[in-house]
């Protein structure tokens, strides 16, 4: 690709229920188009096919064709987590902006990998952790960052294990783990956009629904970061009901945001005396995750969620699997230079 066309023109690798859920973001936004898909089930790319208007001559089993023989400018991924490497690899060998759902990858090395393809070219790529471009976030990491934060707690809780377990997802081969690499990066990504110092270790103790602990359903994590602050995360894939907090302290006080479901947040600022006040907030500054990408795109500016914060993520995610089976022994992060 040499040139960016207007609308930008898009495919998804991709097309199952969340592949479906993100494209339809494409085609709610003037300044792009969907022009194909891929997708190896038939069943998915019939069904998301009808559902978003994509010709059946533009609907491919085979991605590396779909790319080969379609004029684009830019693909969302949003295939099961371990397969995220080949497909951003694919569209970054052509040139293209990359769009890629969450988790970056299931490996540090892969990870590594892309971040360094991606620091080093020129077309945008993004990592879907929304929470960068919501209002409520936006809001909290400012008041957090007229400090320096020093001690965050977090807990993210859900259904996860009864809604997905006969699914991909709670397979590891294709998810990568459990709740902690579904849900769970999702908390640990706002920990670490929140606190924005490297990450130098993790520890973990989960509790895991196979014998051969690959598929955690509890996980509790310490992190600890360069400059001097600790976080301390919970994420349940086993309660009933979908509950979030992250609460950060610094040293004038501390700043929460708290909420249940996956849209209802508050933000309440503590300060010094102990005095809570909770600001009104608004989701004016929110963008959906497609409209922050096509942003970076057409402006040319960084996206507001990078490979380095992908890479940061996953390097976690691995020390923390790696804690979890061995004991629960600090985990060393290696940096990403």
């Known amino acids: 690709m040499t040139t960016t066309a207007t609308p930008l023109r898009i495919a998804s690798i991709g097309a199952g229920g969340w592949g479906t859920v993100v494209a339809r973001q494409i085609l709610a936004d003037d300044r792009a188009t969907l022009v194909a898909l891929a997708d190896v089930s038939a069943d998915s790319r019939s069904r998301a096919g009808a559902a978003l208007g ?23 991924v949003t295939t099961p987590h371990a397969l995220h490497h080949e497909h951003v690899s694919l569209a970054m060998d052509r040139g293209l902006h990359v769009y890629c759902e969450k988790p970056f990858t299931t490996s540090v090395a892969d990870a590594r990998d892309l971040l360094d393809r991606a620091e080093t070219r020129g077309p945008v790529t993004m990592v879907g952790f929304q929470r960068h471009h919501e209002q409520p976030y936006l809001a909290a990491r400012e008041r957090i960052h007229e400090a320096t934060p020093r001690l965050v707690t977090a807990e993210i809780t859900q259904d996860w294990y009864e809604n997905f377990h006969d699914t991909w997802r709670a397979n590891p081969d294709l998810s990568g783990g459990g709740q902690l690499y579904d849900t769970g990066s999702h908390l640990v990504d706002i920990v670490l956009w929140f606190t924005d110092s490297p990450p130098t270790s993790a520890s973990a103790e989960m509790v895991f629904a196979d014998d051969a602990e690959r598929v955690d359903v509890h996980a509790l994590l310490t992190i600890r970061f360069e400059n001097g602050a600790v976080a301390n995360l919970t994420v349940s894939g086993d309660t009933a009901a979908v509950r979030e907090h992250v609460h950060v302290w610094t040293d004038d006080g501390a700043t929460y945001i708290d909420g249940r479901g996956w849209h209802e947040r508050t933000l ?18 929110s963008r959906g995750k497609i409209e922050a990408f096509v942003d970076a795109v057409a402006d040319g500016t960084e996206p507001p969620v990078t490979a380095r914060h992908g890479y940061y993520v996953t390097a976690v995610l691995e020390a923390a699997y790696e804690s979890a089976r061995d004991g629960g022994r600090r985990v060393r992060i290696d940096g990403d230079d």
């Open 54 to 76: 994509v010709p059946a001559e533009m609907r491919f089993e085979d991605t590396e064709r779909m790319l080969d023989t379609v004029d684009l400018d830019a693909v969302v």
């Open 268 to 285: 309440h600022e503590v300060d010094a005396e102990n005095t809570t006040t909770t600001p009104m907030l608004d989701d004016e500054g």
